[in-house]
Nanobody, 121 residues
Framework: QVQLVESGGGLVQPGGSLRLSCAAS????????MGWYRQAPGKQRELVAA???????NYTDSVKGRFTISRDNAKRTVALQMNSLKPEDTAVYYC???????????????WGQGTQVTVSS
């Protein structure tokens, strides 16, 4: 059984910073791509940032230059440093990871439970 547990959400004023963390645990043989998605009320879930096991990163245009994704392969964690936050960044943020639980298994996508980020004065 695989679990992704997120932490670090909360309420912050515009221009402030937050750091989200996500840890994968359970029966894991290998962890491939990891990323953060977000879903605002009434909107579809969107990719915010992603990182490969080799450290290559990808960001949605609206967060480039403000957010930084990083990972620790040994600890199976991924983090999202969010700076210069704007009200439009308000959403539930979800951690995602592509995981193989056994050497012969297929890659499956796992999701965290979500953490609320609210940017408001």
């Amino acid at each position: 059984q695989v679990q992704l547990v997120e932490s670090g959400g909360g309420l912050v004023q515009p221009g402030g910073s937050l750091r989200l963390s996500c840890a994968a645990s359970g029966t894991i043989f290998s962890c491939n791509g990891m990323g953060w998605y977000r879903q605002a009320p009434g909107k579809q879930r969107e990719l915010v940032a992603a990182i490969t096991s080799g450290g290559n990163t990808n960001y949605t245009d609206s967060v480039k230059g403000r957010f930084t994704i990083s990972r620790d392969n040994a600890k199976r964690t991924v983090a999202l440093q969010m700076n210069s936050l704007k009200p439009e960044d308000t959403a539930v943020y979800y951690c995602n990871a592509e995981i193989k639980i056994r050497i012969w298994s297929t890659w499956l996508s796992y999701w965290g439970q979500g953490t609320q980020v609210t940017v408001s004065s």
